[in-house]
């Protein structure tokens, strides 16, 4: 996937490249930096590699649960059930929450490359103003709430695996006493 990135981004850079001024000025330089690059990474290896993570998992759930059927039918699909409603809290708990997360860094990422290009393109001025401190505090304070934004990002997977874990877990219990 990441030579496929590669490709898709030297391919939007061509194609970038032969569009008329009006049409490249249309976003900010930032804007189209980001889509031509990182933008081009993230959808590919974050977006099409967890879809193929999530193809082969939901391949192997499947035989799993071809096998519990054949052994305890009535088990199988209560478990089923019960992590089928799990899941689905938890999708409608993250998923705004992951949207605004990966919205919220987009934004920043941009705002973080323009204010730096800004004072690089504008540096005489920032001298003779002396505002270079003022862009270096405006450039940190964005980039800290990137970090924020990246660290609650990193963490929101292990929310739904400590919740699933917890929950087989729980319903393990549950069915070794009634077997009991």
């Known amino acids: 996937l990441s030579h496929k990135a590669a490709k898709a981004s030297a391919d939007l850079t061509r194609k970038l490249l032969t569009q008329p001024l009006l049409e490249v000025q249309k976003k900010s330089s930032q804007e189209t930096l980001y889509a031509v690059t990182n933008g081009v990474s993230t959808l590919l290896l974050g977006v099409v590699g967890t879809f193929v993570n999530m193809v082969s998992d939901a391949a192997l759930l499947v035989i799993l649960i071809l096998g519990l059927v054949v052994i305890d039918p009535g088990t199988t699909l ?13 999708y409608k708990i993250l998923r705004e929450k992951v949207r605004a997360l990966g919205r919220k860094n987009v934004e920043l990422t941009i705002s ?61 219990l549950i069915i070794s006493a009634t077997q009991f």
């Open 78 to 90: 209560g478990m089923l059930a019960l992590f089928s409603i799990v899941s689905f809290v938890l």
């Open 112 to 172: 973080s490359s323009e204010k730096l290009l800004e004072v690089l393109s504008t540096y005489r001025e920032a001298i003779v103003r002396n505002r270079r401190m003022h862009y270096a505090d405006l450039i940190s304070g964005i980039r800290y709430q990137l970090g924020d934004v990246n660290a609650e990002n990193s963490f929101v997977p292990y929310i739904s695996k400590y919740v699933l874990e917890l929950t087989v877990l729980m319903s393990a």
